[in-house]
Nanobody, 127 residues
Framework: QVQLVESGGGLVQAGDSLTLFCVASGRTFSSYVVGWFRQTPGKEREFVAAITRSGVNTYYEDSVKARFTISRDNAKSTVYLRMNNLRPEDTAVYYC????????????????????WGQGTQVTVSS
């Protein structure tokens, strides 16, 4: 079992930066791939980024590539999502998720059924 808690969301202006945190419980955090997703009311949940167990490989949705960076510190059981140059369309509830197996490629992570999910953190970007 893995429990995930997101934090770091807030209200910012367009062009600002934020770092989201996903802290996991459990002693085997390094055994899980982790992804970030986001969702706005009335829309389907959208893949944002994912990182493999060691952190060597990362994957991003095209709309955030070059602006967002996913990283992890397994010693702290934490995954980060650094978001730069935020846009109003980035406004959403952001969720982190963990999966025991993972896969390869952005296309795969868009549809992967992650095993564990956090409760989400709200990010609001004003224009």
């Amino acid at each position: 079992q893995v429990q995930l808690v997101e934090s770091g969301g807030g209200l910012v202006q367009a062009g600002d930066s934020l770092t989201l945190f996903c802290v996991a419980s459990g002693r085997t955090f390094s055994s899980y791939v982790v992804g970030w997703f986001r969702q706005t009311p009335g829309k389907e949940r959208e893949f944002v980024a994912a990182i493999t167990r060691s952190g060597v490989n990362t994957y991003y949705e095209d709309s955030v590539k070059a602006r967002f960076t996913i990283s992890r510190d397994n010693a702290k059981s934490t995954v980060y999502l650094r978001m730069n140059n935020l846009r109003p369309e980035d406004t959403a509830v952001y969720y982190c998720a963990a999966d025991r197996w993972g896969c390869t490629g952005t296309g795969c992570y868009r549809t992967l059924q992650f095993d564990y999910w956090g409760q989400g953190t709200q990010v609001t970007v004003s224009s």
